[in-house]
């Protein structure tokens, strides 16, 4: 068994996932407590069917879970974070200088944990780049393979990759200043992908393609370009009209778009200018090519 003791405060999605796999990897989970008492026997279940120390024990609140372990995690919505951190550094009977507290938001740095912080807490956040469903009985363990930030003060940094790493994931560490780019990166890598193929999906049914039979033929079309940005770099890997300069083709696009599907007029302008400054960067534009393409991606902009 390892020496620190964990405690899970927020049994949901992560904190059962993080109990569960903590304790795979040989750490005693002390304590959970969560807003309902139903939530945390639910994770204390999970635990013993893994074969995870009988120790374990359900906390009536945060505070009182805090108590039970060396390291904290804070797994709760994001929006409740700091007060819950505020609870339990509250509690004079927490010895908070000895913790070490984490939370697993991408939104939010470690400053939102500064109420333990000022107590002398070492705190940290953890973020695994994963969606997490509600745990599964014998499912695999979604930390495997993964990549996770880890950001906070050097004992936290410390604690984390080592968490990290026992959980099968690999770490990288961001500075606390910049985690909210850093998840601004996330929701465009992921969220924004989902909006592109869906606006591409739209074309296509448009053009009555359905979208299952859609996305297959897209599919490689994508996981090419994938591979291109992979191996070439992402100015390198652009193709296509904006790439070459060919503003007739461009031109042929909008007009189909704006007459068919107005509602996606502007953002297939603006990805046009943005992909045109991408374009530019690889020098082989001419001028005359570079300003039709910046007149056609502006036209309806100021209209
Ligand atoms: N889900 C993901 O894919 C994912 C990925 C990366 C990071 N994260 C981060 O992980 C954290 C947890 O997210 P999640 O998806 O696991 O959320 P979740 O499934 O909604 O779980 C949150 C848990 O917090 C508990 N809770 C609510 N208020 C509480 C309070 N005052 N005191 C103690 N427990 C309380 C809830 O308890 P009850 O069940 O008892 O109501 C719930 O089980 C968030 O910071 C999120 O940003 C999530």
Redesign the pocket.
């Given at each position: 068994m390892k020496p620190q003791k964990i405690s899970i405060?927020?049994?949901?999605?992560?904190?059962t996932a993080l109990a569960v796999f903590l304790s795979r990897a040989g750490y005693e989970i002390a304590g959970v407590?969560?807003?309902?008492h139903s939530?945390a026997k639910k994770t204390v279940k999970a635990v013993l069917a893994q074969g995870g120390s009988e120790a374990i024990k359900i906390y009536n609140s945060?505070a009182e879970s805090a108590m039970a372990g060396d390291i904290v995690f804070i797994?709760?919505?994001?929006h409740?974070?700091n007060s819950?951190c505020s609870d339990i550094s509250a509690e004079s009977s927490v010895k908070i200088a000895d913790k070490t507290i984490f939370?697993?938001?991408?939104a939010l740095s470690s400053c939102i944990l500064s109420s333990a912080a000022d107590k002398g807490a070492n705190t940290g956040s953890i973020?695994?780049l994963?969606?997490?469903a509600p745990y599964a009985q014998d499912q695999k363990s979604p930390f495997t393979g993964i990549n996770v930030s880890v950001e906070g003060n050097e004992k936290a940094l410390a604690t984390g990759k080592m968490l990290i790493q026992d959980l099968g994931s690999n770490y990288f560490t961001i500075p606390t200043e910049s985690k909210t780019l850093y998840h601004a990166a996330a929701v465009v890598a992921s969220n924004y992908l989902v909006t592109l193929e869906n606006f591409a999906l739209e074309l296509l049914k448009e053009a009555d393609i359905s979208e299952h039979q859609g996305y297959e033929i897209l599919e490689p079309l994508i996981q090419g370009t994938l591979a291109n940005i992979k191996n070439r770099g992402s100015v390198a890997a652009l193709t296509g009209p904006v790439a070459r300069g060919d503003a007739q083709i461009v031109e042929k696009h909008i007009r189909d778009i704006d007459e068919k599907m107005p509602e996606f007029s502007r953002l297939y302008r603006i990805m046009g200018q943005y992909t045109l400054r991408l374009a530019e960067k690889r020098e082989e534009l001419d001028q005359v090519s570079i300003e039709g393409l910046t007149e056609i991606f502006t036209d309806q902009d100021n209209g």
């Open positions: 405060v927020g049994c949901g999605r992560v904190g407590a969560s807003r309902t939530s945060p797994t709760t919505p994001d409740l974070i819950v939370h697993c938001s991408g973020h695994p994963q969606s997490f």
